[in-house]
């Protein structure tokens, strides 16, 4: 459970440029139509120094937390998708005074000579997702985990019927006496696959399937790959920690198929075909050589 940070107010000051570089990341994840009201909230905490932003669509949930000035610390929600048109819309180099009254029914935005009020809902509403123990960790260099999406996002299945196949087959395998960090994905005509060598920490974790939701998030996040990324994941959630931003995503619930068995009955069916092809040339030839 959520600790809320008590007061009768709330009132923080942050630089435009930050907010808005960080809303334009947390608000993707909230979808734009939702019949349970507080999911179209981002939840905004200040406390010390700092303004953290938390949306989620209950399988995704992102937290960014960015600089600020912090003169009555505080936490509530605001429809996502309104704050950041509001903000976008704000000059450049603006300094943005986000205000709440003692009741919480609406936050106010000041920024020069603009004034805007929203709504409010209780912080207490906002789902958690973030609950339950990671049973394992490891760091990966940001280009490592980019190569890892690049070369097998394209052959995610989009078929819902099919769900175990939405996604990365993210595992470890054995290779003699070295392990390797493998990611796997199908949609039944194509298979994609690519390894690098286990980091330290990937040894014997569970083979997880990572949706294609948070696949694609994370791969838009992966802005400097110079950097590293740290990874935690348990049998049913996944979390990326990639600079500022904490993603922390549910796994699909299901058995990704032995692709194994699939690759060597097509390499099997290549080969048939391949002396099919050369016996049939043959004739060709022989009956040229007759004539």
């Given at each position: 459970m959520?600790q809320?940070?008590?007061?009768?107010?709330?009132?923080?000051t942050?630089?435009r440029?930050?907010?808005?570089?960080?809303?334009?990341?947390?608000h993707?994840?909230?979808?734009?139509?939702?019949?349970?009201?507080?999911?179209?909230?981002?939840?905004?905490?200040?406390?010390?120094?700092?303004?953290?932003?938390?949306?989620?669509?209950?399988?995704?949930?992102?937290?960014?937390?960015?600089?600020?000035e912090?003169a009555?610390?505080?936490v509530?929600?605001?429809?996502?998708?309104?704050?950041?048109?509001?903000?976008?819309?704000?000059p450049?180099?603006?300094?943005?005074?986000?205000?709440?009254?003692?009741?919480?029914?609406?936050?106010?935005?000041?920024?020069?000579?603009?004034?805007?009020?929203?709504?409010?809902?209780?912080?207490?509403?906002?789902?958690?997702?973030?609950?339950?123990?990671?049973?394992?960790?490891?760091?990966?260099?940001?280009?490592?985990?980019k190569?890892?999406?690049?070369?097998?996002q394209?052959?995610?299945?989009?078929?819902?019927?099919?769900?175990?196949?939405?996604g990365?087959?993210?595992?470890t395998?054995?290779?003699g006496k070295?392990?390797?960090?493998r990611?796997v994905?199908?949609?039944?005509?194509?298979l994609?696959?690519?390894?690098?060598?286990?980091?330290?920490?990937?040894?014997?974790?569970?083979g997880?399937?990572?949706p294609?939701?948070?696949?694609?998030?994370?791969?838009?996040?992966?802005?400097?790959?110079?950097?590293?990324i740290?990874?935690?994941?348990?049998?049913?959630?996944?979390?990326?920690?990639?600079?500022?931003?904490?993603?922390?995503?549910?796994?699909?619930?299901?058995?990704?198929?032995?692709?194994?068995?699939?690759?060597?009955?097509?390499e099997?069916?290549?080969?048939?075909?391949?002396?099919?092809?050369?016996?049939?040339?043959?004739?060709?030839?022989?009956?040229?050589?007759?004539?």
């Open positions: 959520r809320t940070v008590r007061g009768s107010a709330m009132k923080v942050v630089e440029a930050e907010l808005l570089k960080s809303l334009a990341r947390v993707r994840v909230v979808e734009r139509r939702n019949t349970i009201p507080i999911l179209a909230n981002v939840l905004m905490r200040a406390e010390r120094s700092a303004l953290a932003f938390t949306a989620t669509d209950l399988d995704l949930e992102i937290v960014e937390t960015v600089a600020a912090v009555m610390p505080g509530t929600t605001i429809p996502a998708y309104m704050f950041y048109d509001i903000v976008r819309k704000l450049d180099g603006a300094q943005i005074v986000l205000e709440a009254g003692g009741d919480r029914a609406v936050m106010a935005i000041r920024a020069g000579r603009s004034r805007f009020t929203l709504q409010t809902l209780p912080e207490s509403d906002f789902p958690d997702l973030t609950a339950g123990d990671m049973t394992h960790r490891f760091t990966l260099a940001a280009a490592d985990l190569r890892l999406i690049d070369k097998t394209f052959a995610i299945s989009t078929e819902e019927t099919r769900y175990y196949l939405n990365i087959y993210l595992h395998v054995a290779s070295t392990v390797l960090l990611s994905a199908t949609d039944g005509h194509r994609a696959r690519v390894e690098l060598p286990a980091p330290a920490g990937a040894e014997g974790m569970p997880v399937i990572v294609r939701k948070t696949v694609g998030e994370v791969q838009r996040l992966i802005e400097d790959t110079g950097a590293e740290q990874v935690e994941l348990s049998q049913a959630k996944i979390r990326f920690t990639i600079g500022s931003v904490v993603l922390t995503s549910k796994l699909i619930d299901g058995t990704f198929p032995d692709y194994g068995r699939v690759r060597s009955r097509r099997t069916g290549d080969r048939q075909r391949q002396a099919r092809s050369v016996r049939h040339q043959s004739r060709y030839r022989q009956r040229d050589g007759r004539a």
